[in-house]
């Protein structure tokens, strides 16, 4: 990745949620070897969902959510997030990690609000490429890039 690249991803502090302890890990490693700032780890999306609504709390700015994930799938937490946690102003990005990656699964993550999805098994290029494209997208969408939060920008 380039240097242009690697800075976009410098900034970035991923929620990673996934019931699935060794994906987590693997992940958070590819993550943090792509150049993400970092990288806090989930097993459900009630629990990313409290961390999220939670005042004064860390705020990620990128989300990545697996499909299948506990009670509350992925798709399900994106229409929360985009309807609860979402403000006019600023959108947090999400990418839905699946191995359903079938046209109906596409279409309502789409409709959810999921702004991409990845599907396992993926390289680790593909995963921090998709990652600068969805924060590209955001940017020419007129949605500011993901910030570190940091003096008026906490959500």
């Not at 890990?25 to 939670?54: F, H, Y």
């Not at 600068?132 to 969408?141: E, G, N, P, V, Y």
């Not at 570190?148 to 906490?154: D, E, M, P, R, V």
């Amino acid at each position: 990745m380039d240097i242009q690249g690697r800075m976009k991803l410098n900034k970035l502090k991923i929620l990673l949620i996934d019931d699935n302890h060794n994906i987590r890990n693997m992940m958070s490693t590819i993550l943090l070897g792509g150049g993400v700032s970092e990288v806090r780890e989930t097993a459900s999306c009630v629990e990313a969902l409290s961390l999220l609504r939670e005042p004064g709390g860390w705020k990620p700015n990128f989300l990545l959510v697996d499909y299948m994930v506990g009670t509350l799938n992925g798709i399900q937490f994106t229409r929360m997030v985009r309807e609860e946690i979402d403000t006019p102003d600023k959108r947090l990005p999400i990418i839905l990690i699946t191995g359903y990656f079938e046209q109906s699964v596409f279409i309502e993550a789409m409709a959810a609000g999921v702004d991409d999805l990845v599907a396992k098994p993926f390289a680790s290029k593909t995963l921090i490429r998709r990652i600068a494209q969805t924060i590209d997208l955001h940017r020419h969408q007129g949605q500011p890039a993901p910030q570190i939060a940091g003096a008026g920008q906490t959500r």
